[in-house]
């Protein structure tokens, strides 16, 4: 279990809440293992289905809103000269701002919605100083699907997770044999060249 399944396991929707928000802030946390393990605990019965999406859209919301308005009142140079200590690539800004002028403001809503670009798309948004209500909308329109996507794909991992798990037994048994085929392998390797040396002596 990664360790934001063991916070997510002890904290539920507020852990869901704080990293969905820290995502959005240009810190790449993975949502789709956020989401998904919150999809996961709902099928258990431990978290609500409906809440965990609802909880990381607004999440998503208010994080990609901070993260407009550092684009917009802090500007580029802020984030090229202080994005590396939240390891925010010259990369990462670079791709997010491409989409921005490809798609205007339309980025917003599609870039919240592939992984490569969901977590940097609000600061183009904010050096473009694009009408806030107008992010606000496209922004939670475009995480509302992402995130029912993610959660609704580790419900049916859990509800499939015997059906799962049945299918991945072969492929276990066969890595045990690789691994045991491997080390014996390794071991007469390393015995021979010192059975030749013995040799020659």
């Not at 059906?163 to 492929?171: A, G, M, N, S, T």
Request: proline share 4%.
């Amino acid at each position: 279990m990664s360790g934001l399944s063991v916070l997510i396991s002890h904290y539920g929707n507020t852990a869901i809440f704080l990293l969905m928000l820290i995502e959005s802030i240009c810190i790449p946390i993975p949502s789709e293992v956020i989401m998904s393990f919150g999809g996961f605990m709902a099928a258990q019965g431990t978290l609500n289905f409906w809440w965990v999406i609802v909880i990381g859209t607004v999440a998503n919301v208010l994080g990609g809103l901070i993260a407009y308005a550092i684009g917009r009142y802090g500007g580029r140079p802020l984030i090229l000269r202080y994005g590396r200590y939240v390891l925010l690539s010259p990369e990462h800004l670079q791709r997010a701002e491409t989409w921005f002028r490809r798609f205007g403001e339309l980025t917003v809503f599609f870039g919240r919605m592939v992984p490569a670009v969901r977590t940097f798309v609000s600061l183009p948004a904010g050096f473009a100083s694009m009408s806030v209500w107008r992010f606000l909308v496209f922004s939670a329109l475009g995480s509302l699907p992402w995130n029912f996507a993610m959660t609704y794909a580790g419900f049916q991992l859990h509800a499939h997770w015997d059906v799962i798990d049945e299918k991945l037994k072969p492929l276990t048994y066969a890595g045990a044999l690789i691994l045991v085929a491997a080390v014996v392998w390794f071991w007469f390797r390393r015995k021979k060249p010192q059975g030749r040396k013995n040799t020659m002596e």
